[in-house]
């Protein structure tokens, strides 16, 4: 067992050292990601591999010298102080392993916890809980974590959500997955811990890789990685967190170019590592040569030479006939069946909390008609509205008392973009004004958080006016204010 232990160090040791010498330093993220984990996977199995050697049976004379020499075997009585090192090496294995499990456990359960107790809604396929408490953005499995009080405000960027994303799509909580229950069982491998901290900055690199190409901005990106950088946030451990220690590096590969030579040099240099593992962690084992094997060969090339004299003399022999090998027939497989492409999830649902007066019945059924039109099954939309027909099923829905809000559709969501792309032809000064001088009334400020108190009539105004602003208009004048926070359903007495 301790062998073992020591060549699975000894193997994971040899290809992290590739990884930190050359393959870190390169922009090869999906490379480096799965020989991360091959590597890693490779330390525990190459020690069960057994090479065989075959070797010459030793002569007659030698194995007589061999059994001629006595062997004493000693009388071994009680236990050693060898052994009570051993039975404590494994006792404390036992328990640091237990402990380690138990705290794996537990993070699992405040997840698990801290997914139950918050408001969620869908957004592109990820599942989105806004918590409570004052967290970094993080994700784990499918579910993204988000500051309630952040979101409220318009503090998440769309570059934060992006990078979240992609760690759901990726399935970065995975890796995180193996390596802690590894770390369990194996926590006294050194380098088990550099892996740890090596396939997580992976996961950021790769994260940081699609807000790029999605965004294609560098530089506004990577003034939000120091924003968030100085910010103090507390992160779970399973989780992949966007608030990392090592933000240096990140914005160091953000400008780094892709050299497709120096990508070729180090990934050819992986052959002779997995053959040092291999030299390094396999078992290596001697098999003498059979000599009846070497004896019925001799007997038959004297048969075969016998019988040739025999042949030339005209005189009967024993004839030996030799089977010809079984064919074997190849059968070919018939090629997989094509993958199915994935569903696309539904947008995310928001319910609004505040209730209005109540709507008339005329207003009711224009809202239930302009909903039908995107409205495909229970709580699924699809299309997308105008900005009029949009404005207005806000406005009835804002009217609708608690009741009325129970018994008619659900309100689709809004587009997921936070920067309004489309602009206006204009809008007049008069509008502008009128603009103005609605925010400003409804913007109060309360314990150091802008809260807007807008009506439903007076939203509707505004939002119709923003509709026709261009874009140096938008830009010089205030700032929409943001939609109302996501809440769960009111849940009816059965």
Not at 145 to 168: D, M, N, R, S, W
Not at 415 to 424: A, L
């Amino acid at each position: 067992m301790m062998v073992y232990l020591l060549k699975v160090i000894a193997c994971s040791a040899i290809f992290y050292g590739l990884y930190h010498l050359f393959l870190s330093k390169e922009k090869t993220l999906v490379f480096n990601r799965f020989y991360l984990l091959g590597g890693l996977l490779a330390s525990y199995l190459i020690p069960f591999i057994t090479i065989t050697k075959m070797v010459d049976a030793p002569t007659r004379s030698a194995y007589a010298e061999y059994m001629s020499v006595g062997v004493i075997n000693p009388i071994i009585t009680g236990i050693s102080f060898q052994d009570y090192l051993t039975y404590l090496a494994y006792f404390t294995l036992v328990v640091v392993s237990t402990l380690l499990l138990i705290r794996f456990i537990k993070n699992l359960v405040v997840i698990w916890r801290k997914t139950n107790s918050s408001k969620q809604f869908v957004f592109n396929g990820a599942n989105v809980a806004l918590s409570k408490s004052v967290t970094a953005p993080y994700s784990f499995l499918n579910t993204i974590f988000l500051c309630e009080e952040e979101y409220e405000q318009g503090k998440i960027e769309p570059e934060v959500l992006t990078h979240e994303l992609a760690h759901v799509r990726q399935k970065h909580s995975y890796d995180i997955l193996l390596v802690e229950i590894l770390q369990i069982f194996c926590w006294f491998n050194p380098i088990l811990y550099l892996y740890k901290n090596a396939i997580k900055m992976n996961h950021e690199l790769l994260a940081d890789s699609t807000v790029v190409k999605e965004f294609g901005n560098v530089h506004n990106y990577q003034c939000i990685l120091l924003q968030r950088a100085t910010s103090h946030y507390y992160a779970l451990e399973l989780s992949s967190s966007f608030n990392y220690f090592t933000t240096k590096k990140r914005l160091i590969m953000l400008q780094k170019p892709f050299s497709k030579k120096r990508v070729l040099i180090a990934s050819l240099a992986v052959v002779p590592t997995l053959a040092l593992a291999l030299f390094a962690g396999c078992n290596q084992t001697e098999k003498q040569k059979d000599v009846s094997v070497s004896n019925e060969k001799n007997s038959s090339v004297a048969i075969q030479r016998d019988s040739s004299n025999n042949a030339s003399t005209n005189a009967p022999i024993d004839s030996v006939t030799l089977l010809p090998p079984p064919k074997v027939e190849v059968v070919k497989m018939p090629p997989p069946p094509p993958a199915e492409p994935r569903k696309k999830l539904p947008p995310p649902t928001i319910v609004v909390e505040k209730f209005g007066p109540g709507a008339t019945k005329a207003e009711l059924e224009e809202y239930e008609s302009i909903v039908g039109k995107i409205k495909v099954g229970e709580n699924r939309y699809r299309g997308r509205l105008s900005d009029n027909e949009y404005t207005a099923m806000i406005g009835f829905y804002d009217k609708m008392s608690r009741e009325q809000r129970r018994l008619s559709s659900k309100l689709p969501p809004p587009p997921p973009s936070i920067v309004v792309e489309k602009f206006g032809v204009g809008a007049t000064s008069a509008e502008m004004e009128e603009y103005e001088a609605i925010i400003k009334k409804g913007e109060t400020e309360k314990n150091g958080v802008v809260v807007y108190s807008i009506g439903a009539d007076q939203k509707a105004t505004i939002y119709k006016i923003y509709t026709k602003m261009t874009k140096e208009q938008r830009k010089s004048s205030s700032k929409l204010p943001p939609p109302p926070p996501p809440a769960e359903p009111m849940k009816t007495k059965e």
